[in-house]
């Protein structure tokens, strides 16, 4: 989530597709845009090799576009597509026929059938309203164009095209690179779109997309060796089974997306019965993650902040009296501890959030105390609901200057200092977002 955004209210529509496409995102299209324009002028000028696989394939990509898969952390990826256009630009021999015909397409022509495809595959977004995903597609197609220039010249190669072992070796390392340059140029996007640091957001990005590059990577070469014996059967006989595995995430997607709704309507109830301030659970969210994010946590971690940060107050429920606009910054330490107690042990009876209820549980300790020090995601949660508590939804430059000096007093004991400046600097961005 961009916590800037969360701060600042909605985008207006003129600066919507600003917002949207940022520099390094606009970067990417334009390379993106140059590949295909120098596909396109080629094809044009030497016209198509194989029209009946260029359009097999080409169909085949504009199926994944449209079949396109929303993964974790708002990404989005289309591994029919990608297998599809990789499988292409790996393409060996074509048979199906008496003699199977060599694959002669030129790199460029690979661009430029993937793009045609992916175009495609958007059109049906665009008419429903949803995101035409051009950044996603030009990743997608930068990382196939890698590979297409860089094996199309070794596939006219006897040593590589007379012998089985060595042009799956190639394929192989070729692939590879395709995958990791695309999860390079994903993070470098990613980490200037939500300011995070450049490695966590490599890793990130690596982790979410090896499964399905796994699965894709296997399934572009099964088809590239198939259609040699098979034709162009092969690509609706070996894309089954990625059908099937893109369904699988889709449902783990849709099983996170549930749960997160979950949490958040469950940290409603205390707004609802009027213990906190309307929006305060939502607040303390985005600010926590955003705070993470600062001091180079991982997605997981983030995930697992963002449940805590939401349910934080959950233990308010139990009091008799609430807390005036319930602020706990201003309850006495065994209250914030008894409260924070108290909502671990609810959300423990879900029985899969351990760890969630770790962090709610430590957030009324002091981060130097007789307890130990406490986890970060505590230490954060603790600062972010002290921040909140003392601004609330106010955009006053004063309010968030006197709540963060607050803050550093008292980090000798309760707050963690590398927290609270980290917390500083979202905080100061969000200000600066507001006029």
């Known amino acids: 989530m961009d916590t800037e955004r969360a701060m600042t209210g909605p985008a207006e529509p003129s600066r919507a597709w600003r917002q949207a496409m940022d520099s390094g995102e606009l970067l990417l299209v334009a390379a993106a845009g140059m590949l ?58 074509v048979g ?36 035409a995903g051009v950044a996603g597609m030009a990743s997608r197609l930068i990382a196939v164009a890698a ?26 390392g070729l692939l590879v690179a395709g995958w990791w340059a695309e999860c390079l140029i994903r993070a470098l996007i990613r980490a200037d779109a939500l300011r995070a640091r450049f490695g966590v957001a490599l890793w990130d990005e690596m982790r979410v997309q090896l499964p399905l590059g796994v699965a894709v990577a296997a399934t572009a070469m099964l088809i590239a060796f198939a259609a040699e014996e098979m ?34 309507a469950l940290a409603r109830v205390t707004e609802v019965g009027g213990y906190v301030e309307d929006g305060h659970a939502h607040r303390v969210g985005q600010l926590a993650v955003a705070v993470g994010r600062e001091l180079g ?73 007789p307890g130990g020090e406490p986890p970060v995601g505590s230490r954060i949660v603790r600062a972010a609901n002290a921040f909140d508590d003392l601004v609330g939804a106010s955009a006053d430059s004063g309010r968030v200057t006197t709540a963060l000096e607050r803050l550093r007093l008292d980090t000798a004991t309760e707050y963690d200092p590398g927290v609270v400046e980290a917390l500083s600097k979202v905080a100061g961005r969000g200000h600066a977002g507001r006029r």
Do not use: K, N
Not at 55 to 73: Q, S
Not at 240 to 260: K, M
Not at 326 to 348: F, K, M, N
């Open 36 to 93: 295909v324009a120098a596909g396109v002028a080629q094809t044009a000028a030497v016209g198509v090799a194989e029209p009946r696989a260029a359009f097999a394939f080409g169909a085949l990509v504009a199926l994944g576009e449209l079949l396109r898969l929303a993964l974790p952390g708002g990404r989005e990826s289309a591994p029919i597509g990608s297998a599809g256009a990789l499988a292409y630009a790996l393409l060996l021999e």
């Open 96 to 131: 199906g026929q008496q003699v199977a015909q060599p694959a002669t397409q030129p790199a460029l022509q690979v661009v430029a059938v993937a793009a045609a495809g992916m175009t495609v595959g958007a059109l049906p977004h665009l008419a429903a309203g949803r995101p």
């Open 147 to 172: 590979v297409a220039l860089l094996f199309r010249p070794l596939a006219g190669i006897e040593a590589v095209s007379a012998h089985l072992w060595v042009a799956l070796a190639v394929m192989a």
């Open 231 to 264: 034709g162009l059967v092969a690509l609706a006989l070996f894309i089954a089974p990625l059908l099937v595995t893109q369904v699988a995430f889709r449902r783990y997607a849709g099983i996170r997306a549930t749960y997160l709704q979950t949490v958040r």
């Open 297 to 369: 946590m991982s997605e997981p971690d983030l995930l697992e902040l963002e449940y805590a940060a939401l349910m934080h107050d959950i233990g308010q429920l139990s009091l008799a009296d609430p807390i005036p606009g319930g602020a706990t910054v201003l309850a006495s330490p065994d209250d914030q501890r008894r409260i924070a107690e108290l909502g671990a042990s609810v959300i423990e009876e879900a029985g899969v959030l351990d760890r969630v209820a770790e962090i709610v549980r430590c957030q009324g300790w002091p981060w130097r105390g």
